[in-house]
Structure formats: C-alpha cells, structure tokens
C-alpha cells in the first residue's frame, strides 16, 4: 500500500492520495476544525457505457442498465442500505450521470459505521429474478415523470439534436422498453466488469484522519484482480444533428438550450477547463456585456446559465434559461461570440472574470462535498484538482484565446425549445 501526500503551499491545502491494497484508489481530505464528513465512492460506468469487451469478450447491455444497477445496489438479503443508515444519523444517496456511477454520504457522527455501510453494500451486489422484475415497474414510473418534465426534456433534446451516434444522446434511466430487457445476468455482468476495486476511487472529505479511514478499508475489503475491460464508443460527426428541435409540454415560459458542439477527439486538460470557466464567466456571468443586452431586452431571466458538457467522446457549451424569444436570445449569443472572437479578449474583462472564478474555486474548498466531489470527476477524468487551482491562477488572454479558437463555432449549434401548447 503506497500513500503519497499531496499539498499546494499556494492554497495552503492537502490531501493524502493512497492505493490501497485492494486496488481501490483512495483519496483523504483532512479538514481541521470542521464538523461534518463526506464520503464518496464512484466507478467509471454511467449510461454511456453500453458496449464493452471484457475478458476478450464483447458485450452489449440494454441502455439504463447503470441507473438500474445504482437501484439495485442498495438491497441486500437483510435489507437495504438505507435502513442501516437510518440508525446513524448520516444522510445517504446515489447518483448516476454519463460517465460515472457515485454513492455517497455525510454525517457528524458515526463516521466509521457509516463507512462500513458504504464500503459493504457496495462491494456485495445481491440481484435475483424476483427482485429485479419488481424494480422494472418503480424505474419505468420515474422514466414517464422525467419524459413530462420540461427541464429534462428540454436538456436531452439538445443532446439529440447535437449529436448523431454517441450515446449521450441517450436518457440516463434508458426507455421503458430497454429496462425490460434487463435481468440479474446482465447486471451482474456490469457489476463484476466496472465495479472491481481497481477501476473505483474513494474520496473522505472532513474531520477524519487516513488512519480512521484505512482502518475501515483494511476491515471491509479484500484485493481483488483487474479486469480487462475496453469501453467502445463511436466517433461522431464534428456537425451536429439537426440545429432546431422543439417539444410541447404545459410550462408558462418557454424552456431553451443552446448548444455549441465542439471537437471531442480529445479530452480538456485542467489547463484547458480552467481556460474555459474563465472564458464562459467573462462571456456570460451577469456581469457580461452580453448578459447585460439579454437582460435589458427583457430576453432572459435569472434561470440563464451556462456550463461546459464534456466527456469521453462529446464535448459542448451549452446556454439555457427561460425566453419568450428563444431565437432572438440566439442571435445575441452567435453575435456577442463572434464580435469577440473577431476583436479579442478585453484585457480588463478577462481579469475580472480570472480574479471572480478564482474567488468561486476557492470557496468551493469551504465545502467538504464539493471537495469530493471535484476530486472524484477530476480522478475519472485524469486531472488534478491543485493544478486546476494554479491554471486558473496563472491563466493570460492568450491562453483563453487559444480556447475561444476551438470551441463555440456559431455555425454548428443546436437550439432546443420546450414551450406551452
């Protein structure tokens, strides 16, 4: 087992980085002084890992079966999850996104129990028949309430529209009929394939010690064998899909997502992110030009917002909010960007907006889950946080201008619309 400290004199913060001798990559954030502890543990697979070879054998599984299995994960033959937490005092959730599938929880109390938990039911999947045809019925009754929700639909017809083979383009929970073809087989499959210990990362952010948390993984987890897995994802086309999709649901304002797609061939560097939050927080903060002209054209609202959507194989800007005038919100958008990109960054509006993400990363170390959880995307997505923190820091105009280059392209965008009937 190797332990390595890890520590910025800059931010004057450390964590201590440890392969543990299971395989599982553990990571703890001590915080002096603080009440509450946060624990993580996630494992690359999220819904876009439908096709994979493993053990030189390839394999297909139904879309949504990452969702299906964080369900699934919880039960146990003595009961679930959530009842052995309910005697800790600690709160308890899961999540499943594109690329990742995390289970979490946070307590003041009870830290150690509450570990075991996590670490127990995580490693001791238990599916049968019977149980899972009954959650069949409890998924497919959340896939119809995201299919009515406007804000769901308005975000995943965007995808659609950008993109034309990735299965990003794919709800997170699948269709009712792909969950129907999901048995105990499969999801042991999946388990067996992303949840051994070697693919996995565990982040304990909070007023616990490496000791404390070593003591509990020594405790609960036997070394396991890597498995030989390859994910496969199809190449899509730099043009999106279609540029226009728009959607009838009962809302009293019309939704809208705007997305830039841009070229996923490769994945950002934390150089490369840090460049983009400081470039989409000078381009569309609220205290942008272009939000400003949005704002006073009675065009957007408070819901505006904006983030970069990247991953293995999709990568995007996209801009939502609520807008009687989604398509004139879009010509101010491609305006502004293009206005920018033909006169350069102003030296003065990159500077505020360098000096206001740096505020923003900096208060994100004030929270212990948000501590976490950027070390747990950042582990699965081959960054490191602290150099981040110095990208951001040391960030010039140039170095965003290189970025602005090669992403929002005005002339490769969807716009998605959800409005009333």
Known sequence: ???????????????????????????????????????????????????????????????????????????????????????????????????????????????????????????????????????????????????????????????VGMYHEHPVRIDIAGTVESIAEIDADKLYTCYNTYYNLNNMALTVVGNVSVDEVLEICDKSLKSQEKVDVESHFPTDPYKVKESYIEQILPVAIPLFNLGFKADASKRFTEQEVAYVDILLFMLASNISPMYRELMDEGLINATFSYELFEGIGFNSIIFSGESREPRRVEEIIKKYINKVKAEGISKEDFENARRAVYGDALSALNSVSSIANLVEDFFFSKRNVFDYYDAVASASVEDVEKVLKNILDTENTTLSVVKGG
């Not at 946070?106 to 127990?120: A, V």
């Open 1 to 159: 087992m190797q332990i390595k400290e890890v520590v910025s004199e800059k931010l004057q913060e450390k964590y201590y980085e440890i392969e543990h001798s299971s395989g599982l990559r553990v990571f703890v954030w001590p915080k002096e002084g603080y009440n509450s502890t946060y624990a993580i543990i996630g494992t690359p697979f999220g819904s876009i890992y439908n096709h994979f070879t493993v053990n030189s054998e390839e394999v297909r599984v139904p879309d949504g079966i990452a969702h299906y299995l964080e369900h699934k994960l919880f039960e146990s033959e003595e009961g679930d999850a959530f009842s052995l937490y309910a005697s800790t005092g600690a709160n308890a959730n899961a999540y499943t996104s594109f690329d990742k599938t995390c289970y979490l929880f946070s307590c003041t109390d009870n830290f150690k129990r509450c570990l075991e938990i996590l670490l127990g039911f995580v490693t001791s999947p238990y599916f049968t028949p019977e149980t899972v045809e009954k959650e069949q019925g409890i998924i497919g009754q959340e896939i119809k309430m995201y299919d009515d929700s406007a804000d769901w639909r308005v975000m995943f017809n965007t995808l």
